[in-house]
């Protein structure tokens, strides 16, 4: 069964909130997943911002949705990794 | 619940607005008790239950006022603020923290706004409350209230200059000299009459 376990997210942001409880938020909405944002460019009221998701079968859809509600517009996924785990190890 | 709103206040920095709030109102709510006492001690013939009805009826007209206005003003900026962070995300943020917080946020800072001047209103006035229901002073209660609204005017200047990271002592004693002054100015207008 094809596993999520790496995306790139293309994210524009508000600055509040910062980077840091953004990616605290996602973390703490999902256990498992490692976080690290990366800003890209800063304007006047938003900030472009690559996210990195790593983990083992990661709930993209429940990620979106917290993105969503921290104020973030998914403008592009730009890397994926997926990993097809054999049924009997599941 | 209390992990959302505390979220949502440090989103919009609501708690920074309130604590201006709180003073700005409360130092009004403070120096119009100030007024009042002032004056009905210098006119030296009014009964307490007329000093409490009337220092009451301010406090309730001030707590409306700040509730009011603030809820208007900031429901207003909280709104604006939005609409602007929706045009440059290119997003309906309707879902989103914070069009949550530009509801819950002008409540919270609109009751910080009509309770600061009320609370403040009715620890100035207290002595007056604890003689009409029978407790005796040494001293007449007014001038008892009337050094209560000198300090907490005093310890409204002292947590602005500690917010503000001024020297705590000389920003208190800014509002208490603004406190005097007010005290003088309304002794000399009733002398005059």
New interface residues.
Partial sequence: MPQLNRIVLDVLKPHQPSILEFASTIADQHPNCQVKITVSEVDEKTETTIITIEGDNIPYQAIAETISNLGGSIHSIDEVAVNNVAKSET | MLDELR?LF???SANDIARRYFVTNGFDGALTMLGLIMGFYSSNSVSITVIISACLGAAIALTVSGLVSAYISESAERKKELI??EQ????N?D????ARAAKLVPFFIAAVNGLAPLLLSLFIISPLWFSFFGIVFPFNPLLLSIIIAFVTLFALGAFIGKISGHFWLRSGFKTLLVAIVTAGIILSVEKLL
């Fill in positions: 979220f440090k989103l919009t602007e962070l440059a995300l290119v997003k943020l879902d989103s923290a914070h």
